[in-house]
């Protein structure tokens, strides 16, 4: 396989989201998050809309993105993939309460992969903008004013199972992407 740009996602691909507000809303409000099952790729769309303010300050909080656990094993194959020979980049896409969001994204790049990978790091609310021959997004459906450039691989999580068509990736599943790091 060619040499390839890789575009990753950060959020639920590299950096658990969900595990972060699950911790964060434990710790804040002594009880478990209010959610019984994951089926959309907003986390507010399946949690009663009485939850609905509270969760958006669990994530719009100082210190939530930069505080995020990575993902089991995505670090690895992020550092991996970029050893194959791949030029990979992580792109990203801000919250609208986007205060904290932004540097921390890049706090938590720096902590986790290291100061080089900052150079890396594409910073985009439309994803079609940004060129690439793969891009690896747990989100199902990713639409913006262009078509896109890259290949939608998507990064298995529950809430995107019903996406069926799509080259579906796991980090702990190397079976699933072993064909990026054979060049």
């Known amino acids: 396989m060619a040499s390839k740009l890789i575009l990753l996602d950060q959020d639920g691909v590299l950096a658990d989201f969900e595990q972060g507000v699950r911790q964060l809303?434990?710790?804040?409000y002594q009880q478990p998050l209010p959610?019984?099952?994951r089926r959309h790729f907003y986390l507010r769309d399946d949690m009663a809309p009485e939850f609905h303010r509270q969760l958006a300050q669990i994530y719009s909080s100082k210190g939530f993105f930069a505080s995020l656990p990575p993902m089991q094993h995505g670090i690895s194959a992020a550092k991996r993939?970029?050893?194959a020979g791949h030029d990979?980049?992580?792109c990203t896409s801000p919250i609208q309460d986007y205060h904290y969001c932004v540097s921390e994204?890049?706090?938590w790049v720096c902590e986790h992969l290291g100061e080089d990978w900052m150079q890396r790091i594409i910073l985009a609310k439309d994803k079609t903008w940004v060129r690439?021959?793969?891009?690896?997004?747990?989100?199902?459906?990713i639409s913006g004013s262009l078509v896109p450039q890259w290949q939608h691989w998507i990064y298995d999580q529950p809430y995107n199972r019903h996406q069926t068509e799509l080259?579906?990736?796991n980090w702990e599943q190397p079976e699933t992407w072993s064909e990026l790091l054979n060049n």
């Open 25 to 28: 809303w434990q710790q804040t």
């Open 35 to 37: 959610l019984k099952e």
């Open 81 to 83: 993939l970029l050893e």
């Open 88 to 90: 990979v980049r992580i």
């Open 105 to 107: 994204k890049f706090d």
């Open 132 to 141: 690439g021959d793969i891009l690896i997004d747990d989100k199902p459906q």
């Open 167 to 169: 080259y579906r990736i």
